[in-house]
């Protein structure tokens, strides 16, 4: 038997012979729309949980990351604050205290930093909590569907 068209490409490249094919179409037609969809469905349904879970992840991520580096900040303006009372003490007049001014001017740099990381923290966990809301309302809707859809099968 010749096969003709696109097929018959595939079964001289694959050195498939046309049996097999013949039998790959016949449960390919068999497998009903329904099973494909449902499939589909479920295939869906399980990325949209991979992704909720990344974006958990990344929420957790960014929570610790700021910590991390607010704790960070804190030691880096504790040093200076060492630093400021060892100035005042070793140096005398007029240059320990420009020395003390400019090193308190760094302190209040930190906490402006520390400052913008918070609310940067923030927004960041913002933007991910929305996009996870959308992700768990989109699941659920796939999941009502993929229910509706056994029911319509099942019944």
């Known amino acids: 038997m010749e096969l003709q068209g696109f ?31 449902e499939k589909l469905q479920q295939e869906k349904t399980v990325s949209l ?20 580096l607010l704790t960070d900040m804190d030691k880096i303006k504790f040093e200076v604050g060492n630093i400021i009372t060892r100035v005042a003490t070793e140096l005398g007049g007029i240059e320990s205290k420009k020395e003390q001014i400019m090193l308190k001017q760094k302190q ?35 999941e009502t569907r993929l229910d509706m859809l056994d029911d319509l099968i099942g019944g």
């Open 108 to 142: 209040v740099e930190i906490e402006e930093v520390k400052v913008q990381e918070k609310l940067n923290c923030w927004r960041d966990i913002a933007e991910l909590k929305k996009e996870l809301r959308e992700r768990e309302q989109e699941l659920k809707e796939k």
């Open 49 to 68: 949980k991979d992704s909720i879970e990344d974006i958990k992840k990344l929420i957790g991520q960014r929570e610790s990351l700021s910590k991390e």
């Open 7 to 37: 097929m018959s490409d595939i079964v001289e490249k694959q050195k498939i012979n046309s049996a097999d094919v013949q039998d790959i179409l016949k449960k390919i037609k068999n497998m009903s729309q329904d099973n494909i969809l």
